[in-house]
């Protein structure tokens, strides 16, 4: 008795609309170790500025400052970037997904919304002090700062919908979308913006306080440590802006070339994101760390 023919394999082609495929890059990070290290250091951060957030709350009845909006846009910030490492950490795609990515993209927008607080914070300091502190003008550099990163948040939003929308794969949305490229100009020019806003009233903020009456009263050693300080703080967080600048036009390079979207070398992820991030991040939180006092010069 002749054996039954054996039925036709069923063959199925894999879609590829939601998964990355792999990098290219031969110096690439294993996934698992940016899990490892990116995953604990932004859930640290995070816990952190949730205490100081807490503390700044305290009593809760107090009116919204600039320290409290700091603190609540930096808490914002290092819990979506937190979240965006879990595909890292815990997944077996290893990679930025769409929703990981769409976190990415909002902690950058809250890390300029927390970096520009203190540049607001600084201009105020730097207002006339015979204007009532109720009564001061923006300078039309904060209003123009404010413009800047509320526009920026706005593409932001759009560009994660437009992702989020798509049928393609991240990779393949990246190297073919125009409003993702449009974002990687817009970010470093955005961050450039800032580093200059802050460099100026940083700036003017130092020469304020070195022409102080009770500042020339302290010892030389005080007024080197607080000088360096400050200039040391504004000088870093210009220079992490301006290399995360540089990162964003090298990508876009790298995308407009051979359709890679992130290059997972050790390098990217140092230059790239978290020195840009941590080190900025971590220099303000101390520096906004006290409540200051409301209502006065000094009060955000």
């Not at 054996?3 to 082609?13: C, D, N, R, V």
């Not at 170790?33 to 604990?40: E, N, S, T, W």
């Not at 006339?128 to 700062?145: D, F, I, Q, W, Y």
């Not at 009770?214 to 210009?238: E, H, I, N, Y």
Request: net charge positive; charged share 10%; proline share 7%.
């Amino acid at each position: 008795m002749a054996s039954p023919a054996p039925s036709p394999l069923i063959t199925l082609q894999p879609t590829f609309d939601n998964i990355i495929p792999p990098n290219p890059d031969p110096t690439g990070l294993d996934p698992f170790v940016v899990g490892c290290i990116g995953f604990p250091i932004y859930l640290i951060l995070a816990l952190i500025t949730l205490h100081r957030t807490i503390y700044h709350f305290s009593p809760p009845s107090s009116p919204l400052s600039l320290r409290k909006t700091f603190h609540l846009c930096l808490l914002l910030y290092s819990t979506f970037e937190t979240l965006s490492y879990i595909p890292f950490a815990f997944m077996e795609s290893g990679d930025y997904t769409k929703w990981s990515y769409s976190f990415h993209l909002l902690s950058v927008s809250f890390d300029l919304a927390a970096f520009s607080t203190v540049t607001m914070q600084w201009s105020r300091i730097n207002a006339p002090s015979s204007a009532p502190s109720g009564h001061r003008r923006t300078s039309t550099t904060v209003l123009l700062l404010l413009f800047v990163n509320a526009t920026f948040f706005l593409y932001t939003i759009y560009t994660i919908l437009t992702l989020t929308l798509s049928k393609q794969n991240l990779t393949n949305w990246a190297s073919t979308s125009l409003t993702y490229k449009g974002l990687l100009w817009f970010e470093p020019c955005s961050l450039m913006f800032n580093a200059a806003s802050v460099l100026t009233y940083g700036t003017k903020m130092t020469w304020k306080l070195s022409n102080l009456r009770t500042f020339s009263l302290l010892p030389r050693r005080t007024k080197l440590r607080v000088v360096t300080q400050m200039l040391g703080t504004m000088f870093t967080c210009a220079l992490c802006y301006g290399l995360r600048s540089f990162a964003c036009i090298w990508q876009l390079s790298q995308l407009s070339r051979d359709d890679t979207m992130v290059r997972t070398g050790l390098g990217w992820w140092v230059i790239a994101i978290w020195v840009p991030s941590l080190v900025p991040g971590g220099l303000l939180l101390w520096s906004m760390r006290n409540r200051g006092r409301e209502g006065g010069a000094a009060e955000g």
